[in-house]
């Protein structure tokens, strides 16, 4: 809560007294025997000063628990990310492996998908650091092509997509400042929460569309 300034006055100047005030929250004493104005002066100017250190590190520490909490945020998207391309890479050099063919054509489709998987990777990895970049900084928005996201994000989600037989149409969409990361966390969040809890009954639809309304 708030922390206020508090300045105990007292009529005796017993020590143990003054260390148990200021365990409860006093930021100074003073003994009405010997109150003085230069002395009032000093006890309210170091109740301010304490009171105002309390405060900033309070404001460090909210600040600290919410950097911590989008970082372990930020971890795991990262982490699933990067594990959707992993998969789509592991499991065409399998099929490279297991295939018997009678020409290189053959390879094609699979070596095409592994390649746009490892570049999706790069990019991925050049985001992260994109991330660590402006974090460190104070955050400032960029242009987000929305669009580009989504289907990046649907892309990221395909097994995920066809565990749940699901599809998933990314309409055009609108270019905005944001920060990219967020939306894409944002995007993400959308699609699982539709994929996981769509009615049972049928196969879930995702549409993804906008309305310009200004």
Do not use: W
């Amino acid at each position: 809560g708030e922390v206020f300034p508090v300045i105990m006055v007292t009529g005796q100047g017993d020590e143990s007294i003054a260390v148990e005030a200021m365990k409860g929250g006093v930021q100074d004493y003073i003994v009405k025997e010997k109150i003085t104005k230069s002395g009032l002066n000093r006890a309210i100017k170091n109740a301010l000063e304490k009171t105002d250190l309390h405060r900033k590190i309070e404001e460090q520490r909210k600040a600290l628990e919410r950097s911590n909490r989008d970082l372990e945020s930020f971890a795991g998207i990262v982490a699933h990310d990067l594990k959707s391309p992993l998969v789509k890479i592991h499991g065409f050099a399998q099929l490279l492996c297991d295939m018997k063919m009678k020409d290189i054509s053959d390879a094609k489709e699979p070596l095409e998908i592994i390649q746009s998987s490892a570049l999706r990777m790069v990019q991925l990895i050049d985001g992260v650091l994109n991330y660590s970049q402006v974090t460190s900084k104070k955050e400032s928005f960029q242009d987000v092509d929305l669009s580009k996201i989504a289907q990046e994000v649907v892309l990221d989600l395909s097994s995920l997509i066809g565990k749940y037989k699901g599809k998933v149409e990314v309409h055009p969409l609108l270019v905005i400042q944001a920060h990219p990361v967020k939306i894409r966390q944002l995007f993400q969040n959308i699609i699982n929460n539709a994929l996981k809890y769509h009615a049972p009954e049928r196969l879930p639809y995702i549409r993804i569309s906008c309305q310009d309304l200004r």
